[in-house]
Structure formats: structure tokens, C-alpha cells
């Protein structure tokens, strides 16, 4: 991971504050996570960085788009996506990264690298169903759909009601003691 050099911060250089960072998110980013279910990245990360004495206060603020493929036609689209995420790190004897929002780091450490944060919170920000907005509005022509379509079930087809012998009508009469 030797291409994430710039998402390292020198915090020991830093006033006690607020701080701004801002990154600019392609495919070379996740390529260095070799990830490679985005065709083509195009986000922008924000992060606020709060310098206090004992601890630091981020929050990464992520927006942009990600091509991806349909899971319904396997056509490729641009899926917008947006989030948010807060971390605290405070200073201890050991690394510690158990709990997801409190890092803990080496009291002689003197940077933070977020790389795995950023990739983390972009990965998770895509919608578990990826479905092209076509599809949804119903304009979407495909080989896929077509075949879906002939596939599928038509509603307003009616199953027949079969008609029942009325010798069987007087037995059911009397197994629930209605007499007509």
C-alpha cells in the first residue's frame, strides 16, 4: 500500500483546532485495496479534523459516484452515493482498532493514516441492491429483461375454479354440522 502515502496526517505538527482535508477518490485508490467491483470512481472526501489535547475528533464526509454493475440486467451504471462517518482516536500503550468509532494509538505515533477508513466508508455506502435507474422507470431495454419477462408469470391470467361435485358439497355439509 505503498500509493497511500497521501492519506496520511501529521497531526503532531497541528494546532489544537479545527483542521480541513479534502481527497479526491478514483479507481487507483481502491486498486491499491484490490478491489475492483467499480468500473469507474469519481468521489470526493472531506474530512473535519478536530485537534484536542488528549484526543482527536474526525469526520469523514464522502460524495460522488461509482459505476457498478445492475444486479438485475448486469449493465453497468453511475450509482450516486453519499456518507457520513465519525472516528475518535485517542492515545494508549498499544494499537487498538477493535471498536469501530475509538482508534487507539501508540503514544509515540505521529500521523494517521485514513486510507482504510475512506475505502471502508465508500465500500459500505453503496446500496446492498444495485438496481440501474432504468430498470426502476421501466425504460431499460435488454436481453436480460426480455427473457425475465417471457419468464415470468402472468397475473392476469385467472386459474379456472374448478366446479365441485354437489355430492361432495352435502359430505362437507355434514363434517361441519351445517345443514342448508
Not at 58 to 69: A, E
Not at 104 to 130: C, G, M, T
Not at 168 to 179: E, H, Q, V
Request: aromatic share 12%; with cysteine; hydrophobic share 35%.
Amino acid at each position: 500500500m505503498k500509493g497511500l502515502k497521501q492519506f496520511n496526517i501529521p497531526f503532531v505538527g497541528l494546532k489544537e483546532g479545527n483542521h480541513s482535508f479534502q481527497y479526491q477518490i478514483d479507481n487507483k485508490f481502491f486498486e491499491e485495496f484490490q478491489y475492483n467491483e467499480f468500473n469507474n470512481t469519481d468521489l470526493t472526501v472531506d474530512i473535519d479534523f478536530v485537534k484536542k489535547s488528549t484526543l482527536f475528533e474526525l469526520t469523514f464526509s464522502l460524495k460522488g459516484s461509482v459505476n457498478i454493475p445492475c444486479d438485475v440486467t448486469g449493465e453497468y451504471f453511475d450509482q450516486n452515493i453519499e456518507g457520513d462517518f465519525k472516528l475518535v482516536v485517542k492515545f494508549g500503550p498499544e494499537f487498538n482498532d477493535d471498536n469501530d468509532e475509538i482508534l487507539i494509538l501508540p503514544l509515540d505515533e505521529y500521523q494517521l493514516n485514513v486510507a482504510q477508513y475512506i475505502y471502508e466508508l465508500s465500500v459500505l455506502s453503496v446500496p446492498s441492491k444495485r438496481i440501474h435507474p432504468k430498470v426502476l422507470d421501466g425504460t431499460m431495454e435488454s436481453e436480460t429483461l426480455k427473457k425475465l419477462k417471457e419468464l415470468e408469470i402472468n397475473k392476469e391470467k385467472t386459474v379456472e375454479e374448478k366446479s365441485t361435485d354437489p355430492r361432495w358439497d352435502k359430505l362437507k355439509d355434514l363434517l361441519t354440522g351445517k345443514n342448508t
